[in-house]
Nanobody, 118 residues
Framework: QVQLVESGGGLVQAGGSLRLSCAASGRTFSNNPVGWFRQAPGKGREFVATINWNGVSTYYADSVKGRFTISRDNAKNMWYPQMSSLKPEDAAVYYC???????????WGQGTQVTVSS
C-alpha cells in the first residue's frame, strides 16, 4: 500500500521559515515527478511546486516563487519544500503528491497544517 506522510507543519510568524517533509512508502518515486499543493480555508486546492525525478527541474506557483524551494532525496524517498519569508496568505493545509504514469497526480498525503501569524 502506497502512503505519503507529511510532517513539519505548525505555527510560524510572518517572515519566518518552515520546512515540510513528505515521506513515501510502499513504492519508490525516484523516477517520478513529485510536488506540493495547498488548500486554504474556503478555497480550492492549489499547486505550489513540483520537482522532476532527478531534482534538476523545478517549477513554482508565482505566489511562492523566490520564497519556496522544493528539493528531494531519492535515497530516502522523501521530498521537501523549504518555505521562507512566510506570509499570512501562505497559511493552508499543505499536501504532498506524486505522479506515477503520465502527468496526473495519482498519490496524495493527508496534509499538514501551516499557520502563519501576522
Amino acid at each position: 500500500q502506497v502512503q505519503l506522510v507529511e510532517s513539519g507543519g505548525g505555527l510560524v510568524q510572518a517572515g519566518g521559515s518552515l520546512r515540510l517533509s513528505c515521506a513515501a512508502s510502499g513504492r519508490t518515486f525516484s523516477n517520478n515527478p513529485v510536488g506540493w499543493f495547498r488548500q486554504a480555508p474556503g478555497k480550492g486546492r492549489e499547486f505550489v511546486a513540483t520537482i522532476n525525478w532527478n531534482g534538476v527541474s523545478t517549477y513554482y506557483a508565482d505566489s511562492v516563487k523566490g520564497r519556496f524551494t522544493i528539493s528531494r532525496d531519492n535515497a530516502k524517498n522523501m521530498w521537501y519544500p523549504q518555505m521562507s519569508s512566510l506570509k499570512p496568505e501562505d497559511a493552508a493545509v499543505y499536501y504532498c503528491a506524486a505522479q506515477s504514469t503520465g502527468s496526473s497526480w495519482d498519490y496524495w498525503g493527508q496534509g499538514t497544517q501551516v499557520t502563519v501569524s501576522s
